[in-house]
Nanobody, 122 residues
Framework: QVPLVESGGGLVQAGDSLRLSCAASGLTFSRPVMAWFRQVPGKEREFVSG????????LYADSVKGRFTISRDNAANSVTLQMNSLKPEDTAVYYC???????????????WGQGTQVTVSS
């Protein structure tokens, strides 16, 4: 069983919106922090956004602040990333992650999804 499964990626045009979802199951700890990272070939995986269990504490990368919104549904064990006003530089593989602390470094997250491709054309 894969702990985190992403969905919702695709090909869109600049200015469009896209919604990514991540379903979590089988995590070995409760009340996980959930986050989204992204990676392009040849570059480090970078933090995009994260939020705590209650949803009252969120973090965003400066590059997506004001355009992306993270939310979660604990009853459904899912987290969503609403991406608006997409830009070509948002093109990447997006990964869902789960951890115990709301931090920006990837080492804080012990569970990862398989990734979903987001491509934004100009």
């Amino acid at each position: 069983q894969v702990p985190l499964v992403e969905s919702g990626g695709g090909l869109v045009q600049a200015g469009d919106s896209l919604r990514l979802s991540c379903a979590a199951s089988g995590l070995t700890f409760s009340r996980p922090v959930m986050a989204w990272f992204r990676q392009v070939p040849g570059k480090e995986r970078e933090f995009v956004s994260g939020l705590n269990w209650s949803g009252d504490s969120t973090l965003y990368a400066d590059s997506v602040k004001g355009r992306f919104t993270i939310s979660r549904d604990n009853a459904a064990n899912s987290v969503t990333l609403q991406m608006n006003s997409l830009k070509p530089e948002d093109t990447a593989v997006y990964y869902c992650a789960a951890g115990r602390l709301l931090l920006r470094n990837r080492g804080s997250y012990g569970y990862w999804g398989q990734g979903t491709q987001v491509t934004v054309s100009s």
